[in-house]
């Protein structure tokens, strides 16, 4: 018997030690996107996709430049024959041991159909497209820490109403077992508050499991170490101004940065619309030249220039290129229906988020009346129940309904700020209610 006591202190104290090792770290709401936006492989990721498209477009805007290349050869040449059959029996060269030849070639791009042009706006327009993309990846960033913020929010606030409703149920107990000794009340009476306890012990668990569940969530997202143990700011939940919500969908359709990707992969397909139009067209360069040769004893040549019109026309490409742009006309038609089908669904989400940031406001307002409510009844039935005028099932009903409404009372605000985020992020205006300059 000493043993497993000796043994239970042993875990209980190494648990007690396990807790306290663990590091708490208070973050207010703001800190906690910023660090998201910092450390996010999610927005790095939508970065390194903006740098891609950046060089992918100075690649296409060198296209426009001109070619000027160059080239020599030094040879060392074997003892040759040289024949000049028309220039008589008599006529006779020095055989050359040697040759160096040098060329330098310039070619600058006149017209080809527009499509140089055309190709610069295309990547131009996916540049800026990618861009509105990673903006968009942030505020996603950004609501998924606001979503595990306020879930982590509400499990602290659970898990304190829970203990706090513990404390009142074993000191029940404690009553009702000297009145059940003493034969005040009946054993079944005693053995429904102690039931009561175990309910509320099982919701302790559960919210305790709920809270290290969430909290590693949030950390692994932060890239904080998983033993961090994060303490939300209240704050965060009680200064908020939520005035000026939106109410339309209007300010969605402006500033929405995946319909506004959309919408410059709009202008992009049509772009190469015109690249592919640009096969009908002949290309037309400017040309020019430079060589220098130099054969021993034979023959040396300088400063001998050349410049001149280049035209190419692909006339079998005029057939054939037809279906390229029918293609091309094809995936702009594509993107326009992608347009229309984004800009309604859009419209749909905003009207749920203002229903649901109302919804969250109203039942705030029937929590706080639900709780006073609550409190007067609790209150009521208790001291019947001290006069014998109302049983344990009324006492403890009263109990379980009073701590419902600290529940539902206690996260009412943060549901309202969540909703609240929401409603700004379908609206596209979640990264600007961040004043990151003054965190």
């Known amino acids: ?101 040098g060329m330098a070639n310039l070619s600058l791009p006149i017209f080809a159909g527009f499509k140089i042009q055309s190709s610069i706006d295309a990547y131009d327009s996916m540049y800026e497209a990618e861009t ?6 942030k505020e996603d960033i950004a609501l998924r820490v606001i979503v595990y913020y306020t879930a982590l929010y509400k499990a602290q606030k659970t898990l304190d109403a829970l203990n706090e409703n513990q404390k009142s149920a074993k000191q029940r107990v404690t009553d009702f077992t000297e009145l059940e000794k003493n034969g005040i009340i009946p054993r079944n009476d005693l053995l429904k508050a102690q039931l009561l306890v175990s309910k509320t012990q099982l ?46 969908d209007a300010m969605a359709l402006e ?4 319909l506004e990707a959309i919408r410059l992969q709009q202008k992009a397909s049509e772009a190469n619309v015109k690249i592919a139009k640009a096969g009908y067209y002949p290309t037309l360069s400017l040309l020019g030249g430079y060589t220098a040769l130099d054969l021993k004893d034979i023959v040396t040549v300088k400063y001998a220039m050349n ?56 039942q705030s307002v029937v929590y706080e009346e639900a ?47 969540q909703k609240y985020y929401e409603l700004l992020s379908v609206s596209g205006q979640l990264s600007q209610s961040f004043n990151l300059s003054k965190i």
């Open 1 to 101: 018997m000493k043993i497993s006591q000796l043994m239970l202190f042993g875990v209980f104290f190494i648990g007690i030690s396990s807790i306290e090792a663990q590091e708490k770290t208070s973050l207010t709401l703001g800190e906690a996107v910023k660090m998201a936006w910092e450390k996010s492989d999610e927005v790095t990721l939508a970065n390194t996709k903006v740098n891609t498209k950046k060089y992918e477009l100075q690649t296409v805007k060198n296209n426009q430049y001109p070619d000027l290349k160059i080239s020599g050869q030094y040879q060392r040449l074997t003892k040759a024959s040289i024949d000049l059959p028309n220039q008589g029996q008599s006529a006779s060269l020095a055989s050359p041991d040697r040759a160096m030849l």
């Open 132 to 137: 509105a993309n990673a903006a968009k990846t």
């Open 203 to 248: 919701s302790i668990d559960e919210a305790n499991n709920n809270i290290n569940n969430i909290n590693f969530y949030l950390t692994t997202l932060l890239k904080l170490d998983s033993t961090v143990k994060i303490q939300v700011n209240e704050d965060d939940f009680f200064n908020l101004k939520t005035t000026g919500a939106p109410s339309t």
């Open 255 to 258: 500033n929405r940065k995946d």
């Open 307 to 362: 410049f001149g019109l280049g035209l190419s026309y692909d006339l079998s490409g005029i057939l054939k290129n037809s279906a390229h742009v029918k293609e091309a006309e094809s995936k702009a038609l594509e993107v326009k229906n992608t347009e229309a089908i984004m800009t309604d669904r859009i419209k749909v989400e905003v009207q749920k988020s203002i229903e649901d940031y109302d919804l969250a406001i109203n």
């Open 371 to 417: 709780l006073q409510q609550a409190a007067e009844n609790y209150r009521l039935v208790k001291d019947k129940f001290d006069n014998g005028l109302a049983d344990t099932n009324d006492l403890v009903e009263a109990d379980v309904e009073q701590l419902s409404a600290k529940i539902n009372t206690a996260v009412a605000k943060a549901t309202i700020i």
